[in-house]
């Protein structure tokens, strides 16, 4: 046989074998598609390599089924939400017990921060967070040493007399009751306004010790509009003890939505404003005892030269 005669059977073999190959790939395509065979299974029956297999199956996805969710999709899933709610690639570690190298690879192509201001806001919210632990040792310290103090010196007023009740009433209500004007001509009665409930019960205790009958207090609210008002007045009938209808209509203040108040929410109840009826001489009282609290200082200090 010639040279040339050998070179057309090559050809022919090539052609052959070329066209054999082909076919195989057309049909682990059709395969593939249907009934949807897993590439070991087209591995094994035409016998070829993964790298051949993957040259002769690209562009086709594989069947839905190959695609089973493994054991760890519910935590993957986990992770993005946790991104998408601004946590950053350790914060997720952390909480979910995966290493730092797989939350990034499950995170990484949902950015941390969608604008600048969005990255200046989780930059803040970072070095408050590192704030508060620094500091947070610290306030525990501080919080223990408090509650020891306040519970030690509470301990040590024990029961007050009557007399160190009408002083500390004097000087409570001088401090935060209503009081004579220069330019009014009658004595003003006794009203009492705050919202600290102590200081609204000592005012109770005081006016008892100088005689007056708790049931004939008048009470009413000074509180912003905005409030719950009913809830605001069942919650101070309660501190005083008599019911909510007793009280007056409340005075309600207008709300400034301009106005920065930090006094909202459910634990506002605004102030509790107590009227002891005709008391001018009451005031009187008030007025000596404070006149004679002042005096005490004076005595001191001449004790004292």
Known sequence: MSMGERWNVNANVGASGDGDRESRREEAR????????????????????????????????????????????????????????????????????????????WTKGEPLDKTPEEAEERRRRHMEQMRQARWEPHRRRRDADRAACAERLAGWVGELSDREVILIGAVAYWCEGAKEKPWTKSTPGLMFINSDPALIL??????????????????????????????????????????????????????????????VGDSYRGCLIVYVPKSSRLYWEVEGVMRGIAASGDRWRAAKM
Do not use: C
Request: glycine share 6%; charged share 25%; proline share 5%.
């Open 30 to 105: 059709r395969l593939r598609v249907d009934p949807g065979l897993s590439r070991s299974q087209l591995m094994r029956r035409f016998g070829v390599s993964n790298g051949t297999l993957s040259e002769w199956l690209r562009g086709i996805e594989a069947p839905a089924w190959t695609r089973r969710p493994t054991a760890k999709d519910d935590v993957r899933q986990s992770a993005l939400e946790l991104r998408r709610m601004g946590q950053s690639v350790p914060q997720i570690a952390q909480r979910l017990g995966i290493s730092k190298s797989t939350a990034y690879l």
């Open 202 to 263: 000592l005012f109770l205790r005081y006016v008892e010790m100088l005689g007056v009958d708790r049931a004939e207090l008048t009470y009413r609210l000074s509180i912003h509009e905005s409030a719950d008002i009913p809830a605001a007045t069942r919650w101070w009938a309660g501190v005083v003890g008599v019911p909510a209808e007793h009280f007056r209509r409340a005075t309600e203040k207008t709300h400034n939505p301009s106005t920065v108040r930090r006094n």
